[in-house]
């Protein structure tokens, strides 16, 4: 079965703080994405990683960014925690360059920014 | 620009009914369609997944129909049961993405009561 972990489920942190969220996924896949979920906005890609060290930008990447220095790891950084931060943060992996394959998600971090 | 869009945002049976979730999408030029399942709290399990190609896919009491021309898909649940309740995701990829960057709906909230 295909795993993905998350640092934390749940992380309480203070306005200017910079924020590190992980993401290991253990099934070797090219693919790695963050999203951030919010009640009446629904799912949103902020980056994802298509191999080591790549990454592109989402459709909500601003006040991000993104660190894959390993295969299995993909971290989502909070440079300045902001108060409209706070949400749900998904991570997914897949396996390769086919569009068509499945995306596994992690269990999610909730992240309160006070 | 694709939009997903899902009716109802909230559902509620009685146990043993059968039922349909709505899913459209407003760029027919679409890869594959995906319907996730989300338990409060938690990540997304991936339900089902139709290629473009396809006109449907079903797994066990989950029948999952695409219309790639009317820009419709639809999720039958039969014989609905307590433990089915959850928020229901659908997902598009992107004609013109190749690395499978999911675009969701805002879910449907399904309640089964015993």
């Known amino acids: 079965d295909v795993k993905v972990t998350q640092s934390s489920r749940y992380l309480v942190k203070r306005t200017g703080e910079k924020v590190f969220l992980e993401c290991v996924q253990d099934?070797?896949?090219?693919?790695m994405f963050w999203y951030r979920q919010d009640p009446g906005l629904g799912l949103r890609l902020i980056y994802f990683s298509y191999d080591v060290k790549m990454k592109e930008k989402g459709d909500i990447p601003e006040g991000y960014s993104v660190s894959r220095e390993k295969k299995e790891r993909f971290s989502l950084i909070l440079e300045s925690a902001s108060t409209n931060q706070t949400s749900m943060y998904l991570c997914a992996s897949s396996r390769g360059q086919k569009p068509t394959d499945t995306q596994y998600f992690g269990p999610g971090t909730r992240l309160t920014v006070l | 620009k694709q939009e997903v869009t899902q009716i109802p945002a909230a559902l509620s049976v009685p146990e043993g009914e059968n039922l349909v979730l709505n899913c459209s999408f407003t760029?027919?030029?679409?890869?594959?369609l995906q319907w996730f399942r989300q338990d409060p709290g938690k990540g997304l399990t991936s339900l089902l997944l139709?290629?473009?190609?396809?006109r449907e896919q079903t797994s066990g009491r989950l029948n999952a129909s695409l219309d790639k021309s009317s820009g419709r898909s639809t999720l039958y649940i039969a014989a609905s049961q307590p433990g089915d309740s959850a928020t229901y995701l659908c997902?598009?990829?992107?004609?013109?993405?190749?690395?499978?960057?999911?675009?969701f709906g805002q879910g449907t909230t399904l309640q089964v009561k015993p």
């Open positions: 139709i290629q473009s190609s396809q």
């Open positions: 997902a598009v990829i992107r004609g013109s993405s190749n690395t499978g960057k999911l675009i």
């Open positions: 099934m070797d896949h090219e693919n």
């Open positions: 760029d027919s030029a679409i890869y594959n």
